[in-house]
């Protein structure tokens, strides 16, 4: 806090010295706002590969790759995605040379364990990312008002300590916003949403 203080402090003293000229004098404030968000949405990639039967398991046997991901369709139709959801992302061999596909699919935050639970033979959950959407205008109106309510304590308590009462606010830049209008993934299902503002406050005697 101290050391918090004197930076303050050194911003006044300079912003009243280059502005010495001026009969009126001001300080600057960074205001600051962070919020936890929790995803709502998951992309998910998911690989299908046919099974080959092998001697280290008694009851394996070959499954045609069709056969995996009709069956995989099936189980995933019960969370609500449906086959054209499904992205193909890649198309390969495996060591085994055995057909294998990985597609990318969209779901609720709701149904991700679910499906992240299923067990299928040949279909295995290979990533997941949590979606969030950062065009909440309203999110970043409260995230706003939160850092100019920190500016506003921050110069009071300056104010308090060098007998001088913080005025009216002259400018308000910004400083970092972390908005956009797409959608960010994440490998977190929370993420920090941050505000920060520079605020010039005009000093009254």
Do not use: C, H, P, W
């Amino acid at each position: 806090m101290k050391k918090t203080f004197q930076i303050l402090l050194v911003t006044l003293i300079f912003s009243t010295t280059i502005y010495s000229q001026s009969t009126e004098r001001f300080i600057r404030i960074i205001g600051n706002a962070k919020k936890e968000l929790i995803a709502n949405k998951a992309k998910v990639q998911l690989t299908i590969t046919e099974q080959k039967a092998t001697k280290y398991k008694e009851d394996s046997k070959d499954i045609a790759f069709e056969d995996v991901y009709n069956t995989t369709i099936v189980e995933l139709s019960k969370y609500g995605i449906a086959e054209s959801d499904l992205e193909v992302i890649i198309q390969s061999k495996t060591y085994s040379r055995a057909t294998s596909k990985s597609y990318y699919f969209t779901t609720d935050i709701n149904t991700l364990e679910d499906i992240a639970n299923t067990t299928i033979d040949g279909a295995k959950i290979t990533d997941i990312k949590y979606l969030y959407d950062t065009s909440d205008e309203d999110l970043e109106t409260e995230l706003s008002l939160l850092a100019i309510n920190d500016a506003k304590r921050k110069a009071k308590t300056i104010g308090d300590e060098i007998n001088m009462t913080i005025g009216k606010i002259l400018n308000i830049e910004v400083k970092e916003s972390s908005f956009g209008t797409d959608t960010v993934e994440s490998k977190k299902n929370e993420i920090t949403k941050s505000y920060r503002i520079a605020i010039t406050f005009k000093l009254v005697d």
